[in-house]
């Protein structure tokens, strides 16, 4: 069972990482969107494909006044819920199967 622990400890790791790199990536987004940057860009393209399917589902809510765009508030904190609900359970199922947390 301890083998198990382990494994739930290493994946509550991971997906913690795996949030942060999100969280990390729209901050980046954010900024860059302040700044009169091309589209085109090899790196912008790639940061736009990567932080689009976190976004689009809320730019189809009326969140954008005047020339703010809420949308990303509302993506970081479902971002934070979920590191804390996922990493939480897993925490919880590692602790439960005998391994520290």
């Given at each position: 069972m301890f083998i198990l622990g382990q494994l739930f400890?290493?994946?509550?790791?991971?997906?913690s990482m795996l949030f942060k790199v999100i969280y990390?990536?729209?901050?980046?987004?954010?900024?860059l969107s302040w700044f009169q940057?091309?589209?085109?860009?090899?790196?912008v393209s790639v940061l736009y494909r990567m932080t689009?399917?976190?976004l689009l589902p809320?730019?189809?809510?009326?969140l954008q006044i005047g020339m703010i765009?809420?949308?990303?508030?509302?993506?970081?904190?479902?971002?934070?819920?979920?590191?804390?609900?996922?990493v939480g359970i897993l925490r919880q199922l590692a602790y439960q199967f005998g391994a520290a947390a």
């Open positions: 400890v290493s994946l509550a790791v991971l997906f990390f990536l729209l901050v980046i987004r954010i900024v940057v091309s589209s085109y860009s090899d790196l689009d399917p976190i809320f730019r189809r809510l009326p765009d809420f949308s990303p508030i509302l993506a970081f904190l479902l971002i934070s819920f979920l590191d804390s609900f996922v």
